[in-house]
């Protein structure tokens, strides 16, 4: 998909992560699975709206979201603005990135 497809959906992503289904049920899974990240640098690729940065930011890393949507990146920096944990984040394409 491209930016702008992106932008475009991401209201709707947001409220279908938010809502009734709530958060992707593998998050906890993913975090058995990393282990400790206290202290660690983590870079969470097309993070959306910043679930994954910012749980990992609550277990002590210091996380950097990278997704396309600017949209997206705003909503992540809202829910972070609601809970500051430092998690930060870029806009740009993953595939592409350097």
Same mark, same amino acid.
């Given at each position: @998909? *491209? *930016?702008? /497809?992106?932008?475009?959906? /991401?209201?709707?992503?947001?409220? @279908? ?8 049920? %593998?998050? !906890?899974?993913? $975090?058995?699975?990393? +282990? %400790? ?5 983590? #870079?969470? $690729? &097309? #993070?959306? !709206? +910043?679930? @994954? /940065? ?6 002590? &890393?210091? &996380? ?7 949209? $997206? ?13 430092? &998690?930060?984040?870029? !806009?740009? %394409? /993953?595939? !592409?990135?350097?």
């Amino acid at each position: @998909m *491209t *930016t702008a /497809a992106w932008d475009e959906i /991401a209201d709707w992503y947001d409220s @279908m992560r938010s809502g009734e289904w709530g958060p992707i049920q %593998n998050e !906890q899974s993913l $975090l058995d699975l990393i +282990g %400790n990240v206290s202290g660690e640098s983590v #870079c969470d $690729l &097309a #993070c959306g !709206q +910043g679930v @994954m /940065a910012r749980l990992l930011t609550e277990r002590g &890393a210091k &996380a950097t979201g990278v997704d396309i949507s600017e949209k $997206l990146l705003e909503i992540a920096r809202l829910y972070g603005s609601e809970s500051p944990l430092g &998690a930060t984040y870029i !806009q740009d %394409n /993953a595939p !592409q990135s350097e």
